[in-house]
């Protein structure tokens, strides 16, 4: 897992001069690696990787994240809509 981070670290550079799309895949995939990296470091303190413990930690910590998506997902349209609400041309005074 750490070789994969090390690898991603050291591309995310050489990939910069491939243009914004391909510089900006490379700093999400770095992220995703550095949260996995901390999502293992986390569940390792419950047990040792595959065990029911590790398990159980890294699916509520998937679980936790897939929420958190949600509701800023959720805060991004309601933003989207009150900002949007303003511009119908019309005089809401």
Do not use: W
């Amino acid at each position: 897992m750490r070789s994969h981070l090390i690898a991603l670290l050291l591309l995310a550079p050489a990939a910069s001069g491939l243009g914004c799309a391909s510089q900006d895949q490379a700093t999400k995939a770095a992220e995703h690696a550095a949260m996995e990296s901390e999502d293992d470091a986390t569940c390792r303190q419950k047990g040792a990787e595959g065990s029911p413990a590790y398990v159980d930690c890294r699916k509520s910590l998937a679980e936790a994240k897939v929420k958190q998506g949600a509701v800023q997902e959720q805060k991004r349209r309601d933003f989207d809509r009150v900002l949007g609400a303003g511009t119908d041309g019309q005089n809401n005074y």
